[in-house]
C-alpha cells in the first residue's frame, strides 16, 4: 500500500535534484527561474546585489551585506516601479525618506531601507524577488504591490478534471510543475510564462501600446484567476513573513483618480443600444466642455443607465460632481472608473480588498493604508496631479506621504503622527529634467493627450529658464507629437459640440500613434545619450 507513495516521493527527491530553481506556481506555469540577489565580494565582504533584469534598484545601487551588521535595523521593500520611486532616484524615493526619517528616530542603530522594486513587476514576480530575499535577515519586510496584475499576455486554465488538488499540489511539488509545463505547452500555451524576467527596456511601454491587458480585464472568468493568483501570491508572502516572526506591512496601492482617464472603455454590442448610449454621452461630453456640469451629470446618468460599466462614462461623471463640488460622490465615480477600465494599469478596489483580508487573516501583519492617507492629504480630498506624476507614480509629495504612513506605523517611528522628520534639500520635480521626459512618454503611451501637451510646455520653459537649447531631436518629437494630438483634441471636441469636423480624424491619428511608440522611445533614450539618432521614419 505504501509502494505508490515512496515511488511518488522517489520521483519528487529527483525531480527536484534534477531542476533545483523550479518557480512553483498553482496558476502559471513558470518556466526557468532568474535569481534576483547574486551574492558577489565587495572589499572582502559578501554582498548581494539586486541583478534583477528590470530592476530600478539595479540602476540605483542596491546592494546591501549578506551578514547584516550588528545594530543594524533592516527594513526590505518590495514591489513594482511605484515601489522602487520610479523616476526618482536616489535620495528622493519614498524609502530614502524613510531611512532618513527612521535614522533620526533611531539613533542608536545602523539603518538599512532596501528598496528590491523592479519595473512592470505582477505579485507573481515580486513574489519570486521576495523568495530570494527573505532570508537577508530583515527586521520588517514592506509589500507595496497590486498594480501591474495585467502588464504580461497570459491565460488561465479555467476548469479541467480535478483542477483544485493539481493546483494545491502544484505549490509543492516539482515533479508536478513539470510535468503541468509540459501539458501547457502543448495544451494551453497561454498558460505558460518565463519566469526569466522580461529583458526588453521598452516592454512594458509595449504592454500600454498594445493594450494587452484587455483580453484578461474583459473576460469575467480570467479576472477573477488574476485575483486569485493575486491573493496567493500575497499570502505567500505574508504568511512566510509571519512564519519567520518578521513584521510585514502591506500597503494599500494609491493611485490618480482625478486626473488620468482611463484607457479602455467597452461600449455596448448591440446597435440600438449603442446609439441610445452614445446620444447621452456625447451630450453629457458637450455639457462638461460648455461649463454645465449640472446638464452634464443628467446626461451622463442617463448614458450610464445603458452601460453601468463604460469606464470613460464614470470618469466623466467624476468630473461633473468634481465641478459640482461634491467631492464624495465624485471620489466615488472616478474610482469606479478605474475599476472598469478594460486596460487597467491601476490597482482596482478588489485588489484593495484582498489586501485587506490577507492581512486580516494573518497574526502580525500590519495594514498600511496609503489609499485613506492620500485621500485626506489630496485637494478635495481627491488625489490626483498633487500626489502622483502620472497614474501610479508618486510625486515627490507623495513619496514624502508614503514615507510618513509607514513610518507611523512602525514602532521604530514611535507609532506616533508628527515624529516624522525629514529635512528639506530643495529638490523639486519640476525641476527634474530627466523625471520630465520621462513622463513625457508616459502621458503620450497612456493617451493623456491633454496632459503631455501641459507637460511639454512645461518641459520647454524648464530649459529655457535654465539656458539650456532643446535638442534637435527632442523638437522634432515635440513638434509631431503637438501637432498630431493638438489636431485630434481639436477635431474631436468639434465633433462632440456637434460642429464641422474632419471624419477622417480618427484613423489619421491611429496611424499616427503606431509611431508614437517609437517616438516614446525616442524621448526616454535621451535620458541616456543627450545627442541619440534620427527621429522615427516617417515621422516628420
Given at each position: ?145 497590486g498594480n501591474n496584475e495585467f502588464v504580461e ?63 484578461l480585464r474583459s473576460d469575467p472568468a480570467q ?189 521604530e517611528g514611535g507609532g506616533k503622527a508628527g ?122
Amino acid at each position: 500500500m505504501l509502494a505508490p507513495v515512496v515511488l511518488a516521493l522517489a520521483f519528487e527527491g529527483a525531480a527536484r535534484l534534477v531542476w533545483p530553481d523550479t518557480e512553483l506556481d498553482p496558476y502559471l506555469a513558470l518556466v526557468g527561474r532568474t535569481s534576483a540577489l547574486m551574492r558577489r565580494v565587495v572589499d572582502g565582504e559578501e554582498v548581494f546585489v539586486f541583478s534583477h533584469p528590470q530592476a530600478y534598484g539595479a540602476e540605483s545601487g542596491a546592494t546591501f551585506a549578506v551578514r547584516k551588521p550588528p545594530g543594524t535595523l533592516r527594513v526590505v521593500a518590495f514591489g513594482g516601479s511605484a515601489n522602487a520611486g520610479y523616476p526618482h532616484r536616489p535620495p528622493q524615493r519614498w524609502t530614502d525618506y524613510l531611512q532618513r526619517a527612521l535614522a533620526r528616530a533611531c539613533p542608536d542603530k545602523t539603518v538599512e531601507v532596501i528598496n528590491l522594486g523592479a519595473h512592470a513587476c505582477a505579485s507573481y514576480r515580486v513574489r519570486m524577488i521576495f523568495d530570494d530575499a527573505i532570508d537577508s535577515q530583515p527586521d520588517a519586510v514592506v509589500l507595496y504591490t497590486g498594480n501591474n496584475e495585467f502588464v504580461e499576455r497570459r491565460s488561465y486554465l479555467l476548469d479541467y478534471p480535478g483542477k483544485g488538488l493539481v493546483e494545491g499540489l502544484r505549490a509543492h511539488s516539482v515533479l508536478l510543475t513539470k510535468l503541468s509545463q509540459w501539458w501547457s505547452a502543448r495544451s494551453s500555451p497561454g498558460n505558460v510564462l518565463s519566469a526569466r524576467e522580461r529583458t526588453d527596456a521598452n516592454a512594458h511601454l509595449w504592454t500600454h501600446t498594445e493594450r494587452i491587458a484587455s483580453a484578461l480585464r474583459s473576460d469575467p472568468a480570467q479576472y477573477e484567476a488574476v485575483k486569485r493568483h493575486y491573493r496567493y501570491s500575497l499570502e505567500h508572502m505574508v504568511t512566510e513573513c509571519a512564519r519567520r516572526g518578521v513584521p510585514v506591512y502591506v500597503l494599500t496601492v494609491p493611485v490618480n483618480l482625478r486626473d488620468w482617464s482611463p484607457a479602455v472603455s467597452d461600449s455596448p454590442a448591440d446597435e440600438a443600444t449603442r446609439t441610445r448610449f452614445e446620444d447621452a454621452y456625447r451630450r453629457g461630453l458637450a455639457s462638461l466642455m460648455g461649463g454645465d456640469p449640472g446638464t452634464a451629470l443628467v446626461a451622463l446618468d442617463a448614458a450610464l443607465q445603458v452601460d453601468p460599466e463604460h469606464a470613460d462614462a464614470l470618469f466623466r461623471r467624476g468630473k461633473a460632481l468634481d465641478a459640482l463640488q461634491r467631492y464624495d460622490e465624485a471620489y466615488a465615480a472616478y474610482a469606479a472608473a478605474r475599476d472598469n477600465d478594460r486596460n487597467p494599469f491601476r490597482a482596482a478596489q478588489p485588489f484593495q480588498d484582498i489586501a485587506r483580508e490577507v492581512v486580516a487573516a494573518c497574526p502580525g501583519a500590519h495594514l498600511v493604508d496609503a489609499v485613506a492617507a492620500f485621500r485626506v492629504a489630496a485637494a478635495d480630498g481627491l488625489p490626483g496631479f498633487d500626489l502622483m506624476l502620472d497614474y501610479v507614480h508618486p510625486s515627490r509629495a507623495g513619496n514624502l506621504l508614503l514615507a510618513r504612513t509607514v513610518f507611523d506605523a512602525m514602532p521604530e517611528g514611535g507609532g506616533k503622527a508628527g515624529t516624522f522628520t525629514v529635512d528639506d534639500d530643495g529638490y523639486r520635480d519640476e525641476d527634474d529634467e530627466p523625471l520630465q521626459l520621462n513622463l513625457l512618454a508616459l502621458y503620450g503611451i497612456m493617451h493623456q493627450y491633454e496632459a503631455y501637451l501641459r507637460r511639454a510646455d512645461a518641459y520647454e520653459a524648464l530649459l529655457a529658464r535654465r539656458g539650456h537649447a532643446l535638442p534637435g531631436p527632442v523638437r522634432n518629437v515635440l513638434e509631431n507629437t503637438r501637432r498630431a494630438f493638438g489636431s485630434y483634441l481639436e477635431e474631436r471636441r468639434k465633433e462632440i459640440l456637434g460642429q464641422p469636423f474632419d471624419a477622417g480624424y480618427r484613423e489619421r491619428h491611429a496611424e499616427f500613434y503606431k509611431q508614437f511608440f517609437l517616438y516614446a522611445s525616442e524621448l526616454k533614450g535621451a535620458l541616456v545619450e543627450p545627442d541619440w539618432g534620427q527621429a522615427p521614419a516617417g515621422g516628420r
